[in-house]
């Protein structure tokens, strides 16, 4: 059974930190392109970080730089969203997406919430 399973969410106060993760099963995350998206209540999905399958480049949107970081470890099939400095507007349930030419794989997604 193909699956992607985030785990990792929870609350935490402004400045802390979470990591969350992302494992797939049934199937090997190597040469799948791995997004991380949030959906706010009331508001679109939006894309916060990805990574490439080839040479590991990454991507982050703008409200995000420099306070979360991507990874991933294809021999793990787990890729990782490092968020610190967390603010009380990252607040959303995350979502991660594995996408290569022909699959498009969603988790059931992981809420994270920063309130003090």
């Known amino acids: 059974q193909v699956q992607l399973v985030e785990s990792g969410g929870g609350l935490v106060q402004p400045g802390g930190s979470l990591r969350l993760s992302c494992a797939a099963s049934?199937?090997?995350?190597?040469?799948?392109?791995i997004g991380w998206f949030r959906q706010a209540p009331g508001k679109e999905r939006e894309g916060v970080s990805c990574?490439?399958?080839?040479?590991?480049?990454?991507y982050y949107a703008d409200s995000v730089k420099g306070r979360f970081t991507i990874s991933r470890d294809d021999a793990k099939n787990t890729v990782w969203l490092q968020m610190n400095s967390l603010k009380p507007e990252d607040t959303a349930v995350y979502y991660c997406?594995?996408?290569?030419?022909?699959?498009?794989?969603w988790g059931q997604g992981a809420q994270v919430t920063v309130s003090s």
């Open positions: 997406n594995a996408k290569d030419l022909q699959y498009d794989y």
């Open positions: 049934g199937f090997t995350l190597d040469y799948y392109a």
């Open positions: 990574i490439s399958s080839s040479d590991g480049s990454t």
